[in-house]
């Protein structure tokens, strides 16, 4: 089997503060998963700053039915858990006033929060039970997950800072997940499982066929699980591949890191595949 050093990729990870395999929480919109009911309720907004820094946003409503919003900040406790203080504001700049600063209203109590993965979690606010939080999407972005793309893998232990390079296709139909992998070294191997999405990522949990070059496993059908895979808005292929003999393990897991690359429309003989279109990820930008 051959290694192929990428530097640049293997320096950003060798360089991480992180633990391995990390799994923080992701900026953006969250949501109250008993409350999602298409109409206008509250919800959360996390900004996460500086590996673990996390700034709360809470919009609400008050007992008379008028809105308003809390803040918190503070650190992130074992990467999992965020507790701090919520605080109402006064006396901020309204739509079309004059310029003047807000400053605090009171103290409304405390926020505790368990994330659970990056796109799931519980929160107790002050005077209420816990409750089931997901990142919101509104997106579908599984179209992404369809194509073909220049992968390495990243592992610990022999694999760690000499990562495994592949070409790695993925089909998303439905709730299925079909994978071929293929690596210059001539090593083969498919995947098929499971699809379900989690935030703006997606899970999969499936077999692997028989592969024992590329993952060091003996057995002829091999337990594999994606986790949190995505492609972000330039093509780039992020997630956690997980493999064992089965669901009870032991396991190995490998940060899966790459490019889209694919050819639209008529394959002509002996061009090369381009880096994935911008329409092909649903963005209007021109090429």
């Not at 992701?26 to 949501?31: K, L, R, T, V």
Request: a negative charge.
């Amino acid at each position: 089997m051959k290694f192929a050093f990428h530097a640049l990729i293997a320096t950003v990870i060798a360089n991480s503060a992180m633990p391995a395999f990390a799994a923080l929480p992701e900026q953006g919109y969250w949501s109250f998963d008993s409350e999602l009911n298409g109409k206008p309720g509250r919800g959360l907004q996390i900004e996460r700053q500086g590996g673990e820094t996390i700034i709360l946003s809470y919009y609400g409503y008050r007992q008379d039915g008028s809105a308003t919003f809390y803040q918190a900040s503070g650190q992130l406790a074992k990467q999992a858990t965020f507790t701090a203080d919520l605080y109402e504001y006064k006396n901020g700049p309204a739509l079309g006033g004059p310029v003047q600063s807000g400053e605090i209203s009171q103290k409304v109590g405390v926020v505790n929060i368990k994330f659970d993965t990056s796109q799931s979690g519980t929160i107790q606010l002050p005077g209420e039970s816990e409750l089931s939080i997901s990142r919101f999407v509104y997106a579908d972005t599984e179209r992404r997950l369809s194509n073909q793309f220049s992968v390495s893998f990243f592992g610990k232990d022999n694999y760690w800072g000499h990562p495994f390079s592949a070409k790695l296709t993925l089909r998303s139909t439905g709730k299925r997940l079909d994978a071929a992998l293929a690596s210059p070294g001539g090593v083969f191997c498919e995947y098929s499982g499971s699809l379900e999405r989690e935030g703006s990522a997606f899970n999969s949990v499936g077999q692997i066929t028989p592969c024992n070059e590329f993952f060091g496993t003996p057995d002829p059908l091999t337990y594999g699980r994606f986790m949190n895979l995505k492609v972000s808005d330039d093509g780039m292929l992020s997630g956690v591949y997980r493999s064992g003999p089965d669901q009870n393990g032991p396991f190995r897991d490998y940060h899966v890191l790459g490019l889209c690359y694919g050819l639209e429309g008529a394959v002509i003989t002996g061009s090369r595949p381009r880096p994935c279109t911008s329409k092909f990820l649903d963005l209007q930008a021109s090429e």
